[in-house]
């Protein structure tokens, strides 16, 4: 470890019923780009947790430069150096970038020269940003880049990036890698977590791979196939989904003209929106976040009313029905924000389980809630989609992200809809669990079901999709066979050239 910034020797650290990191130890040099890489439930994020402050370890050591390294909170580890940038952005909506950068920082200077500051870093790390807008006006690349910009300012010598690609369009990426290319050229070392292996292929220079909280390997990204380091992660070989493609049936979900104002001063309004979903097929949305997916899933799902005869299943009206009634019908929803919407938070996942498969499941009995039943379900959901925790007692937010995500798909996919509707159905899950979800939606359609998938992955809609739509600015293109596109066509109308024909473009 001689020479390097950050050097963890034997980390550990437990909690009830797991072990969350197990002796890990690993070293990253100055300017060093070091990618942390393991399954959903691996241990990344406790090991950055501790990294950053917000959680101490129970055994082992750190150092910063050689010097004993134990930040007791983030405001400590900011101070020696550390900058983190989350998956889940920390910004309010209805203030100026300059005032959500300041609110992070210890002392802040006056806004104006904040604001000076702040042109300053964007025009040098190549990330254009004006202090004086609204969040709310934002897209999602550009609220990274208020993150990104926030620890920048801090002058950070290690700057941790969680997931920093998950919500970003191809253009966008290629900005964040040049700007991160830039720190690092200038020595700053970057500890990268990211389930995007050929992002990590191209960035970065050394790879640590957790499995169940230890290293279980290290590699040189670049010599390394994405498929071994996948393999690396979980442990064995991986094998890629198997599509058998129907011939699709009847219309079974159809969308007229559905215009929808967003009741939101920073959403989306849905703009004659049309399109029907056929029995065994998949329906692939893309779109850059932002764009109206939120609006869409939550009209389709029932959350918000609509025109009527503008949501139909089998031919009758929906468009008054809200969810628990669509659900009854067979028309289930998962929404993208996994923990407060798709799943209560501090409810078990049992509790969780009877939210929203009360009534399919037959988990009631004469207006009773049968609990032996709904757990059962839990547990089966857990051991179909490999849910890594303790058991269905445990609360949904003490899962990783990746788990909770698998739990939430598993219990909608187990109550076998003829209509499902999914938002990200993949995000933040690790390689392997992106191909059980993927090919449990591929058996899904080959029962028969109709399957819409909104997705920001464009080889997730390629892979498994069916027909593709883009959803530009609340427009969705009209959809066609996903085998007859490539990127330039799919850049198009992710751009919104809408109503086009695969011939014209």
Same mark, same amino acid.
């Given at each position: ?7 963890l020797?034997?980390l550990?650290?437990?909690y009830?019923?797991?072990?969350a990191n197990d002796?890990?130890?690993?070293s990253?040099?100055?300017g060093?780009v070091?990618?942390l890489?393991?399954?959903n439930g691996a241990?990344k ?8 402050g917000l959680v101490?370890?129970n ?7 050689g010097a @004993?390294?134990?930040?007791s ?7 020696s150096?550390?900058?983190m ?13 300059a005032e959500?950068?300041?609110l ?6 006056k806004?104006r020269?904040?604001?000076a500051q702040i042109r300053?870093v964007s ?8 202090p004086?807008r609204?969040v709310g006006?934002?897209s ?6 208020v993150e990104?910009?926030r620890?920048?300012l801090?002058k950070?010598?290690l700057l941790?990036?969680?997931?920093p690609t998950s @919500?970003l369009?191809?253009?966008? @990426?290629?900005?964040?890698f040049?700007?991160?290319r ?5 020595g700053?070392?970057?500890?990268y977590i990211?389930?995007k292996?050929?992002?990590i292929r191209?960035?970065?220079?050394a790879a640590t ?6 290293v @279980?390997?290290t590699?040189d990204?670049?010599?390394?196939s994405?498929?071994?380091?996948a ?5 064995r070989?991986l ?5 058998e493609?129907p011939?699709?049936g009847p219309?079974?979900l159809?969308?007229?003209s559905? %215009?929808?104002?967003s009741? %939101?001063a +920073?959403g989306?309004s849905?703009?004659d929106?049309s399109f029907a979903v056929?029995?065994?097929e998949?329906?692939?949305i893309?779109g850059?976040?932002g764009?109206g997916?939120d609006?869409?899933?939550?009209i389709? %799902?029932g959350?918000?009313p ?5 949501v139909l299943f089998?031919?009758?009206?929906l468009s =008054?029905?809200g969810p628990?009634a669509?659900?009854?019908l ?10 407060g919407h798709a ?5 078990s996942l049992t ?8 009534d399919? !499941?037959?988990l009631v009995s004469r ?5 032996? =039943?709904a757990?059962?379900f ?6 179909t989609?490999d849910?890594r ?8 937010? %003490?899962l990783s992200?990746?788990?909770? !995500?698998? +739990? ?5 996919i187990l109550?076998?809809?003829d ?7 993949t995000?933040?899950v690790?390689a392997a669990?992106a ?6 939606l ?5 029962n028969g079901a109709?399957?819409v ?5 464009l080889d997730?809609l390629m892979?498994?999709?069916?027909r593709?739509?883009?959803?530009n600015?609340g427009?969705l ?6 085998r007859k596109l490539?990127?330039?066509q ?10 086009m024909?695969v011939?014209?473009v």
């Amino acid at each position: 470890m001689t020479g390097a910034l950050l050097a963890l020797s034997g980390l550990t650290k437990a909690y009830p019923g797991v072990l969350a990191n197990d002796d890990v130890s690993l070293s990253i040099a100055p300017g060093e780009v070091h990618a942390l890489l393991g399954e959903n439930g691996a241990g990344k994020s406790t090991l950055v947790k501790m990294i950053y402050g917000l959680v101490a370890p129970n055994a082992g050591r750190m150092e910063m430069n050689g010097a @004993v390294f134990a930040p007791s909170d983030p405001r400590a580890a900011r101070a020696s150096g550390v900058g983190m940038v989350f998956q889940h952005f920390s910004l309010f909506d209805a203030l100026s970038v300059a005032e959500n950068i300041a609110l992070g920082m210890e002392d802040p200077p006056k806004l104006r020269e904040l604001s000076a500051q702040i042109r300053d870093v964007s025009e040098t790390y190549g990330l254009p940003l004006s202090p004086d807008r609204i969040v709310g006006d934002l897209s999602a690349g550009e609220r990274q880049r208020v993150e990104i910009i926030r620890c920048l300012l801090g002058k950070p010598r290690l700057l941790i990036m969680d997931e920093p690609t998950s @919500v970003l369009t191809p253009q966008e @990426v290629t900005i964040l890698f040049e700007t991160l290319r830039k720190l690092s050229a200038e020595g700053t070392a970057i500890l990268y977590i990211s389930h995007k292996l050929e992002e990590i292929r191209v960035l970065c220079d050394a790879a640590t791979i957790l499995r169940g909280g230890r290293v @279980v390997g290290t590699c040189d990204p670049r010599e390394t196939s994405a498929r071994q380091m996948a393999e690396m992660m979980v442990g064995r070989v991986l094998a890629g989904p198997v599509r058998e493609a129907p011939e699709p049936g009847p219309a079974l979900l159809e969308i007229k003209s559905l %215009s929808v104002p967003s009741p %939101s001063a +920073f959403g989306v309004s849905l703009k004659d929106v049309s399109f029907a979903v056929h029995a065994g097929e998949i329906l692939g949305i893309g779109g850059v976040a932002g764009n109206g997916q939120d609006e869409l899933l939550a009209i389709l %799902s029932g959350e918000w009313p609509c025109l009527p005869e503008s949501v139909l299943f089998k031919g009758r009206d929906l468009s =008054r029905m809200g969810p628990n009634a669509r659900r009854g019908l067979g028309v289930l929803a998962a929404p993208e924000e996994r923990l407060g919407h798709a799943a209560a938070p501090d409810m078990s996942l049992t509790e969780n389980a009877m939210l929203t498969a009360a009534d399919r !499941q037959g988990l009631v009995s004469r207006g009773m809630l049968d609990w032996n =039943r709904a757990r059962d379900f839990a547990e089966r959901v857990i051991g179909t989609f490999d849910v890594r925790t303790p058991g269905p007692a445990n609360a949904a937010r %003490s899962l990783s992200g990746g788990n909770l !995500q698998k +739990f939430v798909i598993g219990r909608e996919i187990l109550q076998a809809p003829d209509v499902l509707m999914v938002n990200q159905p993949t995000w933040g899950v690790d390689a392997a669990a992106a191909a059980a979800i993927r090919q449990a939606l591929l058996d899904l359609a080959k029962n028969g079901a109709g399957i819409v998938v909104i997705s920001q992955d464009l080889d997730e809609l390629m892979e498994i999709s069916d027909r593709f739509a883009a959803l530009n600015e609340g427009r969705l293109s009209a959809p066609q066979p996903t085998r007859k596109l490539d990127v330039e066509q799919i850049g198009l109308m992710l751009g919104g050239a809408h109503g086009m024909e695969v011939a014209n473009v």
